[in-house]
């Protein structure tokens, strides 16, 4: 994967996205990361220079923050010319964790609660052993260890979980990890779990709670208060840790896994999004046309030279075919190759046919996908902000490439005002570029023309910028509105556990229906649905413009692997 630069709003984003996970210790520090490579002294100075409103950070304080982004293998470690230990936090890593929701559904869809379990204790935790992971896992679902076992070796053998690669040896001071390793492989041994009573459960689950808060470095003295208090169960937790047979192998999510099933998604919405219609008949022909195209991206997947490939190798019917039945598909080669056609002739060069051996030869382009995926959100863009008529002429300038303002004003028909103050509004917001070309060689204003031109990729940069610090803005209102409603929530909460320690009481429904009344009455209770309202509004957001933000990156991405092959 090609490394990307990283603009001053992306910076921006990955500061709150950290803020919105570890607190704002961690995130002062991260964003210090972000910004540059730093050595440790360096970085605990920048922490003693603070802005108004901001505390100073004690070194132990930084050293706790980086420890937390390296457990979640947000931070990179190197050497300066110096050979000086550094760090820096990885802003991909960073914004990748906002797919981890998506990451975990994608779990429980292909494989089930159990699996999807996983993902989140992993997710929460940054890395852990699969026996940690399956007792954590246990704790909350209350599953046999066995079916816990299985799903986490289905998502070993699937790629969506990964070894850490083992530390070999270090140079000055910074860990050399192996090129090579088992990146997939189930350890031969893991914890004996037998089945826990309900009281063990209950234990169990009150301590994956409490190691799921928030890791808050500020509040160090609690911590170690809390430490205090329940130091008995905490050192038997750790030593049962350190007993686990693979507590030195550690897994945590692939996240370029999730990256490419993501961008499979975009391809089957490419495909199929336009064959879907509520005609019954159409309807089955899109099916058909889904379970083809998932045939067709398993072979791909399987086939394809690199994970990153911005085309597969031609595909044969048969290989589809052979995919389709070792996935359970209902579809047999009669409609198959049906599907195949209809994709071939409507899919606007996703898919195009290379030969006719074996059935047909498919060949499936991404780069096509993404871009066509980019078209429809640049073209929905212009069309909302500006006019539907400055669409047509940014059409009418990618279709014929270089155009003078005059040529444009002919062939759109518009009058040459009109024209060119559509030019001018897309100019301003880096839809359009233009090209001085002088008509003698001193360039004088009088003898130079503008041409006219389409440059995607410096607009999705542009667009890219725009959607970060979007996102961005979400986020800080999603945790304004947490804090504006925790009084709410306080008393919600307060509801519940009164609730929960009057079951199996007598006149029970008098009881629940006095206690709602005293704290939850009708004004409070109008607040609670308002901010519920509110926050799953803000979620939804937040959801559909981080897909548009890494079908962006995606196709930047698909762009820049291009120029270097």
Request: glycine letters at 4%; hydrophobic letters at 40%.
């Amino acid at each position: 994967i090609c490394s990307m630069p990283c603009g001053r709003r992306e910076v921006d984003l990955c500061t709150m996205i950290l803020e919105d996970h570890f607190g704002a210790t961690v995130a002062r520090v991260g964003s210090m990361c972000l910004r540059e490579k730093m050595t440790l002294g360096a970085l605990i100075v920048a922490m003693k220079k603070v802005k108004e409103g901001e505390d100073k950070l004690a070194p132990k304080k930084v050293r706790r923050s980086l420890a937390v982004l390296e457990q979640h293998n947000l931070l990179r470690v190197g050497l300066d010319s110096a050979y000086r230990t550094t760090y820096d936090t990885d802003p991909e890593a960073v914004q990748m964790m906002m797919t981890f929701p998506r990451a975990c559904l994608t779990a429980k869809k292909l494989y089930g609660s159990a699996a999807e379990a996983i993902c989140e204790e992993l997710a929460s935790k940054g890395r852990l052993s699969c026996s940690e992971a399956i007792r954590r896992a246990r704790g909350r679902l209350q599953l046999p260890a066995a079916e816990l076992k299985q799903r986490f070796s289905w998502l070993a053998e699937s790629q969506f979980l990964i070894r850490c690669p083992p530390v070999e040896s270090k140079c000055r001071g910074v860990p050399m990890t192996a090129v090579v390793w088992e990146k997939f492989a189930m350890p031969d041994e893991i914890a004996e779990m037998p089945d826990a009573t309900e009281e063990e459960a209950a234990v169990q689950a009150a301590w994956n709670m409490e190691e799921d808060i928030k890791p808050d470095i500020s509040q160090l003295k609690a911590s170690r208060k809390r430490k205090a208090n329940g130091g008995a169960e905490i050192k038997k937790e750790e030593s049962k840790k350190a007993r686990d047979p693979d507590s030195a192998i550690l897994w945590q999510i692939n996240i370029p896994r999730f990256r490419r099933y993501i961008r499979d998604e975009i391809v089957l919405e490419q495909v199929c999004g336009r064959m879907r219609s509520i005609d019954e008949a159409t309807e089955k022909s899109a099916q058909n046309v889904e379970m083809a195209m998932r045939a067709l991206l398993k072979v791909a997947e399987l086939r394809s030279p690199s994970p990153d490939a911005n085309q597969t190798p031609p595909i044969t019917l048969m290989d589809a075919v052979r995919a389709a039945k070792d996935a359970e598909m209902t579809i047999d080669k009669r409609d198959l190759d049906w599907a195949f056609s209809l994709i071939v002739d409507d899919s606007r060069g996703i898919v195009r046919k290379a030969g006719d051996s074996g059935g047909g030869l498919f060949v499936l382009d991404f780069d096509k996908a993404l871009s066509l995926a980019v078209d429809t959100h640049v073209d929905s863009l212009v069309r909302e902000q500006i006019d539907s008529k400055a669409l047509r002429i940014r059409r009418l300038i990618r279709t014929r490439g270089y155009l003078e303002e005059e040529t444009i004003d002919k062939t759109v028909m518009m009058s040459a005002k009109q024209t060119r103050d559509l030019l001018y509004s897309m100019l301003e917001e880096n839809f359009v570029c233009v090209k001085p070309i002088g008509k003698t060689n001193d360039f004088a204003p009088a003898r130079t023309i503008g041409l006219y031109y389409v440059d995607q990729s410096q607009t999705v940069r542009t667009l890219i910028e725009s959607t970060c610090m979007m996102l961005r803005n979400i986020i800080i209102r999603r945790l304004k509105l947490d804090r504006d409603s925790k009084h709410i929530l306080d008393r919600q909460t307060k509801l519940e556990n009164i609730i929960n320690t009057l079951e199996g009481s007598d006149n029970i429904d008098e009881q629940i229906a006095e206690v709602t009344e005293i704290y939850m009455p009708a004004a409070v209770k109008r607040d609670l649905e308002s901010y519920q309202k509110s926050l799953s509004l803000l979620h939804i957001s937040e959801i559909e413009v981080e897909k548009v933000l890494f079908t962006f990156k995606a196709y930047l991405r698909s762009v820049t692997t291009r120029r270097h092959q």
